[in-house]
């Protein structure tokens, strides 16, 4: 069972709609990043959190430490979202390297 | 500041040929990060420097992959003997860590793409 579970794998949603991805780990965490990586292949990192909730504009992140669960929100989405969406997690009982999910590829049609 | 610089950005190689990637952190970041990424398998971590000395490298494939950071400001990933399963996407992220309990998000760079014919 990989550590860091995404879902959906895939995901393809019109303009406008509200969308969630979620990622679910197993191991005990210090900190959850949120990444996103363009079609080009860059990589930018979104959101940085070890409780609550953060918000940036247009996208909204949760974790729930309990449960081991953090969800990635995107209002009114619009196409330039598109890009492929990383959980990853900071294990706690590391150095502090991040353990990565698979990603969940998102395309918003106009 | 230009961001965490990475080079070459493409790199085509036969097999057997050595191959190093070079990286630039952001300056003033203390933290550095080698990573790879393929279809298969993701994004994994292959080694990470705190203040120049390397931490953990548990991620390192096999010893024809070696890694070094000589001063706070360059890094390189060599790979040598080459072989095609290398091929893939090779970034280096950097980040600032202020004390041993404490992580600020790591900014990446472009990414090297190699492969090895």
């Known amino acids: 069972k990989n550590e860091v579970e995404q879902s959906p794998q895939n995901l393809t949603a019109q303009e406008g709609e509200f969308i969630t991805i979620n990622c679910s780990y197993s191991v005990g965490i210090s900190a959850l990043h949120w990444l996103q990586q363009h079609p080009g292949g860059g990589i930018v990192s979104l959101f940085m959190l070890s409780s609550g909730k953060k918000k940036h504009g247009r996208l909204i992140a949760t974790i729930n430490i309990q449960e081991k669960h953090s969800s990635l929100h995107i209002t009114a989405s619009h196409p330039r979202d598109s890009a492929v969406y990383i959980c990853a997690v900071r294990d706690g009982g590391s150095q502090g390297n991040l353990i990565f999910g698979k990603g969940t590829k998102l395309s918003v049609k106009p | 500041d230009a961001g965490v610089i990475q080079s070459p950005r493409h790199e085509v190689t036969e097999m057997g040929q050595e191959v190093t990637l070079r990286c630039k952190p952001i300056s003033g970041h203390n933290s550095l990060f080698w990573y790879r990424q393929t279809m298969m398998r993701g994004l994994e971590l292959l080694i990470y420097?705190?203040?120049?000395?390397?931490?953990?490298d548990s991620g390192m494939p096999e010893d024809r992959f070696s890694a070094k950071m000589p001063n706070a400001s360059f890094s390189t990933l060599k790979i040598q003997p080459s072989e095609p399963r290398d091929s893939a996407v090779y970034f280096c992220a950097s980040s600032f860590r202020a004390t041993s309990e404490t992580y600020n998000e790591q900014f990446f760079g472009p990414g090297t793409r190699l492969t090895v014919l």
């Open positions: 420097f705190n203040n120049n000395v390397p931490i953990d």
